[in-house]
């Protein structure tokens, strides 16, 4: 199937740095790709859409200047927090589609970002 | 985006067939529904995705009736590796109204005891 990696699969970092997280297709292109973040405990939260070429498109009350989505090419989407501070400590988690289809989503494996 | 309403836990032992039953009263003509499995601190695996009737693959079958407004998971014979959270979710197929993106519910939090 569809294999979709995350790079780093986890970072800590002090408060105040930026930390960039690499998301890639690995097996196919993704004009799409998603990113969620989940709390302990919680479920999936839809954070941002990646396009190919374009801006992304973010959900209601995510911060796009805080969570910059860089979309450079069909295999590669990368999600940085900048000036990260404790409470941007989770699990963030990317997803992509097989290109030119929308109906299932293939996951990363996550990364888990602390924030001291 | 069709909202899904699953119970939140369920437990079973070890060689049941386990159901999960997902509501979606509002589920669009273009929407397909899936199903992901999800193990503490990694991301959603996909199990089964059906449009109407029934699907079977080699981990599980997934039911569907004619009214689409529900679906049922059912994962036979679970060992304790099936303790999980599952999430049902509903998408665009065509990608025309939302570019697919997917929307998750609280899912149901299964527990395989020995």
């Known amino acids: 199937g569809a294999v979709v990696s995350q790079h780093p699969s986890r970072v800590i970092c002090k408060s105040g740095t930026s930390v960039k997280i690499e998301c890639r297709s690995l097996d196919f292109q993704a004009t799409t790709m998603f990113w969620y973040r989940q709390f302990p405990k919680q479920s999936l939260m839809l954070m941002a859409t990646?396009?190919?070429?374009?801006?992304?498109?973010?959900e209601q009350g995510v911060e796009k200047d805080k969570f910059l989505i860089n979309h450079a090419s069909l295999t590669l989407s990368t999600l940085t927090v900048t000036s990260a501070h404790p409470e941007d400590s989770s699990f963030y988690i990317c997803s992509a589609g097989l290109r030119g289809r929308t109906d299932t989503q293939y996951f990363g494996p996550g990364t888990r970002l602390t924030v001291l | 985006l069709a909202k899904t309403t699953q119970p939140i836990s369920m437990d079973s032992y070890e060689g049941q067939e386990v159901n999960i039953t997902c509501s979606h009263n509002n589920i669009a003509t273009n929407d397909y529904i899936t199903w992901y499995q999800q193990f503490p601190s990694q991301g959603p695996r996909f199990i089964i995705q059906g449009y109407k009737t029934k699907v079977t693959n080699e981990v599980a079958s997934l039911f569907i009736p004619a009214d689409r407004k529900s679906s049922t998971l059912s994962l036979p014979r679970v060992s304790l590796s099936d303790t999980a959270v599952y999430y049902c979710?509903?998408?665009?197929?065509?990608?025309?109204?939302?570019?697919?993106?997917?929307?998750f519910g609280q899912g149901t939090t299964l527990q395989v005891k020995p």
């Open positions: 979710l509903v998408g665009d197929m065509d990608g025309s109204s939302n570019t697919g993106k997917l929307i």
């Open positions: 990646s396009n190919e070429g374009s801006k992304a498109t973010y």
